[in-house]
């Protein structure tokens, strides 16, 4: 049992996600107005018709927000940077150029610093996006398009910091770079080019043909060979696991520590069992030239361990297995 003070807690921290999700819910519900639609239409192309960059611009909590707004368009195939309103009132507004998009965050509408720097951006030819929660707020009138992120109630008890208002502007924010994303045809290949680092890099720059077992460590046994000399092929290679092929090294079936141990639960005579009869057929297979995150999605969506690599006539190629691609920190 929790006691009172705790359950305050817990209460609190429900009505907190409760709050948020209902802001969300109101923003969702504004895509059914065909106002709102057009606004959000014309955002969008707005942004595609983009020749520079799309410049994203607010502050104190809206700063923070449109900062991530900013690297996520730039990492889905949106050059897009952060430019800090009070800063390009002293000299970093020679960043934005003619072919600029200019998108202000504010949820009054009403913040200085960017309506200093607003009627500038116009002047020079920029278009501007402006995200607001007022409709009639001064930077809403003077954009070029208006995105209204109005929500009833902030999820702070004292229905004043920023919390809810700052939530459904991220999710604005999300929109507009999936959409953007879409229009563009942005690939995984593109996105690996702009995430070459840590782990989520490895998994989208490296290609099976790069990490799998080849050659002899692959372990391999023919369909007519005993079922002692399959159990030696997955104990010497430690896979885990044994392709089954035919003279012809074309696959045939697996044969993994799964399959020993229900094997074992039928019989222990061991002698007297075809490796033909025991086998999992029709495992599996992947193509070396596949990226190294697709062959993950397919071993997590099959709930399997292994993956046979073959080439176009099914031929065993290679071997790729999970805690391999784990122990070199590929996933």
């Known amino acids: 049992m929790i006691d009172k003070v705790n359950e305050h807690y817990i209460r609190l921290a429900k009505d907190t996600l409760e ?62 940077f952060f430019v800090h309103p009070a800063e390009a009132s002293h000299g970093d507004l020679g960043m934005v150029q003619q072919a600029d998009v200019f998108l202000a965050l504010s949820y009054s509408g009403e913040t200085a610093e960017l309506l200093t720097i607003v009627p500038l951006v116009k002047r020079m030819g920029a278009k501007l996006i402006a995200m607001t929660g007022n409709p009639h707020s001064k930077l809403a009138e003077l954009a070029d398009v208006h995105l209204d992120v109005s929500v009833s109630k902030e999820a702070c008890p004292l229905n004043l910091a920023p919390t809810t208002s ?75 696991m044994t392709v089954i092929v035919d003279e012809s090294n074309h696959v045939l079936g697996i044969f993994t520590d799964g399959d020993l141990r229900r094997l074992l639960e039928k019989t222990l005579d061991l002698e007297s069992v075809q490796l033909k009869d025991v086998i999992t057929k029709n495992p599996k297979t992947t193509s070396k030239n596949i990226l190294v995150a697709q062959a993950v999605e397919m071993m997590e969506r099959f709930r399997i361990n292994h993956l046979i690599v073959v080439d176009e006539n099914g031929h065993v190629e290679g071997a790729l297995n999970l805690h391999d691609l784990l122990a070199s920190k590929i996933i």
């Open 166 to 240: 700052t939530t459904v502007s991220l999710v604005m924010g999300d929109a507009l770079a999936v959409v953007l994303l879409d229009a563009k045809n942005f690939s995984a290949d593109d996105f690996a080019r702009s995430h070459p680092g840590g782990s989520l890099g490895k998994r989208l720059l490296t290609y099976v043909k790069d990490v799998m077992r080849s050659g002899d460590d692959v372990p391999k046994t023919s369909i007519h060979a005993p079922l002692k000399e399959a159990l030696l092929e997955i104990s010497k290679k430690r896979l885990g």
């Open 19 to 80: 709050i948020e999700n209902q802001g969300i819910h109101q923003l969702l519900d504004k895509f059914s107005d065909a106002t709102f639609q057009q606004s959000f239409t014309k955002a969008i192309s707005l942004l595609l018709e983009c020749n520079g960059r799309i410049v994203v611009s607010g502050i104190g909590k809206s700063g923070h927000i449109a900062n991530k707004i900013a690297a996520t368009f730039a990492s889905t195939g949106s050059p897009a």
